[in-house]
């Protein structure tokens, strides 16, 4: 069974980057699509962007100028990195796995990131 | 920019059929899913491809994508469908939410 587990700071300063790794157990990240997620707090869920395990990334255009996906396939783990974070960027971070139909079947648990001086 | 669009919130009793719809242009021609979010949880897939459950979904959870209009139907809604949904559509390659609904069983 997959497992997802998002880790990294929970505070970040403004203007500074965010830098999130999901770590994925249980199962190989050279099959499927691997994705990131966020939600503002009260607000609704926002598509950053996915990365396969070569490397192709797909970004969210809103969001592409300032972001970053990669993928560790020694370490079966795919990062984030969000560049020039302003308070708008607090969030609530997800990964999850993404089937070539568009499908994120299984959630880590999310972590919260906070900008802020 | 592909935009979906949800209504706010939707209401229902107890034992009662909840339908939630999500409307795009041709979105019947796209892929959808459907996600259940309960507070302070991560999302849990309850519908993909349209109309496909995963196991483990109760078969009350049902939905069908037509036209400009996805509709998830909770049949027998219980207290415990409680939560926010949000519809996904596949978009050339590209994943787009909906503002998602707030489900009340009143």
């Known amino acids: 069974q997959v497992q997802l587990q998002e880790s990294g700071p929970g505070l970040v300063k403004p203007s500074e980057t965010l830098s999130l790794t999901c770590t994925v157990s249980?199962?190989?990240?050279?099959?499927?699509?691997w994705s990131w997620v966020r939600q503002p707090p009260g607000k609704g869920l926002e598509w950053i962007g996915y990365?396969?395990?070569?490397?192709?990334?797909t970004y969210n255009p809103s969001l592409k100028s300032r972001t970053t996906i990669s993928v560790d396939t020694s370490e079966n783990q795919f990062s984030l990195k969000l560049r020039s974070v302003t308070a708008a960027d607090t969030a609530v971070y997800y990964c999850?796995?993404?089937?070539?139909?568009?499908?994120?079947?299984?959630w880590g648990r999310g972590t919260l990131v906070t900008v802020s001086s | 920019s592909y935009d979906l669009t949800q209504p706010p919130s939707v209401s229902v009793s107890p034992g009662q059929t909840a339908s939630i719809t999500c409307s795009g242009d041709?979105?019947?021609?796209?892929?959808v899913c459907w996600y259940q979010q309960e507070p302070g949880q991560s999302p849990v897939l309850v519908i993909f491809?349209?109309?496909k459950r995963p196991s483990g979904i109760p078969e009350r959870f049902s939905a069908s994508n037509s036209g400009n209009t996805a509709t998830l139907t909770i049949s027998g809604t219980q207290a415990t469908d409680e939560a926010d949904y949000y519809c996904?559509?596949?978009?050339?390659?590209?994943?787009?939410f909906g503002g998602g609904t707030k489900l009340t069983v009143l």
């Open positions: 999850a796995r993404l089937s070539q139909t568009g499908t994120q079947d299984s």
């Open positions: 990365i396969y395990y070569t490397g192709s990334t």
């Open positions: 249980g199962y190989s990240i050279t099959t499927y699509y």
């Open positions: 041709k979105l019947g021609d796209k892929n």
């Open positions: 996904q559509a596949w978009d050339s390659r590209i994943v787009v």
């Open positions: 491809q349209d109309n």
